[in-house]
């Protein structure tokens, strides 16, 4: 049986110590760290997320704002906004929900955003520099689940790790981050056959692709870690993960639980980046 990977835990240790960093940094040199989260339209979800993004701010002390835009703005509406953030010398870190209305071009409103206050690192200048080793921001997801991992010493080196979900999001940011843990690394995805045969090669497993349960207990070999970035609502509202917890927890080592478990720290390492970015700051 599982070992429960507690991401509520690990990510109030995470704000604890970002909460400490961020009182340090105003005594020293007067910065506060400061994020603006744009949300365009009225997706429940995002909603969600920004309303817990804004009171996690307030509890490590970072200065938030909030731009709450009608579901018709225009392209050249955002990006005139994001223009204006850019030379706010209050704002190091602006985060733009993702989805946006289908009349804005989400390219070029990631693209327009400055990579020295990309905290999401969606910009191709921060994709780069993740690529080689090096990375300004770390997508916060894939962050997140390294930080787990550490947390639990789960040993990350040498492992063979498989990643279902190839999104520029999740699934190709922490198959280079576990590459760069000196893992051995495979990116699965739907049309990869057959699937079962390289999960069950899985030391790391981790679970990206948005299918509710797909990863069940026949597709994992015994003693796997188990991470499951999956949020999937079913008709009864119960939220449950892209891996069927119970058949799974049966022959994993340690398993991430849907809700609780990789949620709470994509929000911490939001508020990680930020503080990175203000430590930076050149005035």
């Not at 704002?65 to 010398?89: C, F, H, V």
């Not at 190091?92 to 327009?112: S, Y």
């Not at 049309?191 to 207990?217: S, Y």
């Amino acid at each position: 049986m599982a070992q429960i990977i507690d991401g509520k835990e690990v990510s109030q240790h995470i704000r604890k110590e970002v909460a400490d960093e961020v009182l340090r940094l105003k005594e020293e040199r007067g910065i506060t760290p400061g994020l603006a989260a744009v949300l365009v339209g009225d997706n429940p979800a995002s909603q969600i997320y920004v309303r817990n993004k804004r009171k996690a701010c307030e509890e490590a002390g970072i200065y938030s704002d909030e731009y709450r835009l009608a579901e018709g703005t225009t392209e050249d509406e955002l990006l005139s906004l994001i223009m204006k953030l850019n030379e706010d010398q209050r704002i190091h870190g602006i985060l733009v929900q993702l989805p946006l209305p289908k009349q804005i071009n989400e390219t070029k409103i990631l693209r327009a955003v400055s990579p020295l206050k990309d905290i999401d690192g969606f910009h191709p200048e921060n994709v780069g520099f993740l690529v080689e080793g090096n990375p300004r921001f770390i997508p916060c997801t894939p962050h997140g689940i390294i930080k787990l991992l550490d947390y639990y010493k789960i040993e990350i080196q040498g492992k063979e790790a498989v990643v279902v979900g190839r999104s520029n999001i999740v699934g190709k940011p922490v198959s280079l981050l576990l590459l760069h843990r000196h893992a051995t690394v495979t990116i699965c995805h739907s049309r990869t056959k057959p699937l079962e045969e390289v999960t069950r090669r899985a030391d790391i497993l981790v679970a990206a692709m948005g299918r509710a349960k797909f990863i069940t207990g026949n597709m994992v070999k015994e003693g796997v870690a188990v991470i499951d970035v999956g949020i999937n609502r079913l008709d009864d509202g119960k939220l449950v993960g892209d891996v069927d917890f119970e058949s799974v927890r049966e022959k994993a080592s340690y398993i991430t639980p849907v809700p609780g478990g990789v949620g709470p720290m994509t929000i911490a390492m939001l508020l990680w980046n930020t503080l990175s970015s203000a430590r930076d700051f050149k005035e």
